[in-house]
């Protein structure tokens, strides 16, 4: 399976700053995907980052405060705005490949201070 | 809205049992299921897929699907502590999207 690279792995930020996450694939995938995991729940999707063009958001989730990017089929960014304590989180990436199942990068631990 | 719900546990086993996880899903058309592994500050790793009815066996891992039933469950044989986990069961949508369920909590005591 894919090489998955996320980071960072952990990050400490202050309310109302704005955090970039990056997702890097050692190779070409088909789908690349954003989920949240907060503390005792299950993975939330955030939203599909679409190679090229604008990100496609689930329901709760939109542009402005998560913005990503999806510049060509290995890598992608996904940016927290302005953030409060209620976006303490983990964010992790994952990616599909063909028809093969998805796996997910080793995540990123945000604290909102 | 399709869902996949798990019992939240914990569920607690003796070394050395059979680990038994079950999860139910709502959506009849869905035709590709997965077990992820979690441990405790880590990402989800998928452990079984299974895609047709009846048993899929890997080592101590048999996944179980029944279609009809819309169930699908994950059995761990010989259950070691290392096993201790929350175990995700997901459901591809018909698209490239999966559903998770909330996981099921795993202790196997030493």
């Known amino acids: 399976s894919a090489v998955i690279s996320q980071k960072p792995s952990r990050d400490i930020c202050q309310r109302g700053t704005s955090l970039t996450i990056q997702c890097q694939v050692d190779?070409?995938?088909?789908?690349m995907f954003w989920y949240r995991q907060q503390p005792g729940q299950s993975l939330t999707l955030i939203a599909t980052?679409?190679?090229?063009?604008?990100?496609?958001?689930e329901s709760g989730f939109v542009i402005d405060k998560f913005p990503i990017s999806r510049p060509n089929l290995t890598f992608s960014t996904l940016t927290v705005s302005n953030m409060s304590p209620e976006d303490s989180s983990i964010y992790l990436c994952s990616v599909v490949t063909g028809s093969q199942p998805q796996h997910f990068g080793d995540g990123t631990r945000l604290s909102i201070l | 809205q399709k869902e996949v719900e798990q019992n939240s546990g914990p569920l607690s086993v003796p070394e050395g049992a059979i680990a038994s996880l079950n999860c139910t899903y709502s959506d009849r058309g869905s035709q590709s299921f997965f077990w992820y592994r979690q441990y405790s500050g880590k990402s989800p790793e998928l452990i079984m897929f299974?895609?047709?009815?009846g048993d899929k066996e890997d080592g101590r891992f048999t996944a179980q699907l029944n279609k009809a039933s819309q169930y699908v469950s994950l059995l761990i044989r010989d259950s070691q502590p290392s096993d201790s986990a929350t175990y995700l069961c997901a459901v591809n949508d018909g698209g490239f999207k999966t559903i998770f369920g909330a996981g099921t909590r795993l202790f196997v005591k030493a």
């Open positions: 299974i895609y047709s009815n």
């Open positions: 190779s070409q995938v088909t789908m």
């Open positions: 980052a679409n190679q090229g063009s604008e990100a496609t958001y």
